[in-house]
Each structure stands twice: as C-alpha cells, then as structure tokens.
C-alpha cells in the first residue's frame, strides 16, 4: 500500500535500504547492527580488498557526523537529480 501511494504521488525514488533516515524509523523501531567483511582470497585482491576497507572506514565516519552526513545527502541528492 505503501509503494502503491508513492508512485500514484509520482515518487521516482524509494530507498528501503539499510540507513537512520526519519521515514525508516517511523515504520520500524528495532535496529540491526550491520556488520561489513572484507577478506582478500588471492594476492591479486588485496589491493582491492584495501580499498573496500578504506570506503566502508570513510562512509562510516561521514554517517557517523551530522554535519558530514548532511552534506553527503545535499550531494548525492545534487548528482543525481532528487531531493
């Protein structure tokens, strides 16, 4: 019912998806601590796995601060055109 109200209302846009957002919270009051593991199977993926446990440090720093959460959402909202 929900998804059906949001696209009669011409919503382009529904995350679902893990984050503190005030609309989540509204319709669910229990958290789940995610948990994010990155292992290197080969030598070859290290370099990779390097960087995925750099992107997932910085993203939880930006989550993490008000102030740098808001400006992470103004920009990606920016990139891709949604507000």
């Known amino acids: 019912m929900v998804v059906k109200d949001c696209i009669e209302r011409g919503l ?3 995350d679902l998806g893990r984050g503190e957002e005030r609309y989540k919270s ?3 009051d229990t958290k789940i601590q995610m948990i994010e593991t ?3 199977l080969t030598r070859y993926a290290s370099g990779f796995s390097a960087y ?4 997932t440090s ?8 008000a102030t740098l959460w808001n400006i992470a959402k103004w920009m990606r909202s920016r990139l891709y055109g949604r507000m």
Request: contains cysteine; charged residues 35%.
């Open 12 to 14: 382009t846009y529904f």
């Open 38 to 40: 990155n292992l290197a």
């Open 58 to 65: 910085i993203k939880r720093v930006v989550r993490n601060d």
């Open 52 to 55: 995925e446990r750099v992107k």
């Open 26 to 28: 509204s319709w669910c």
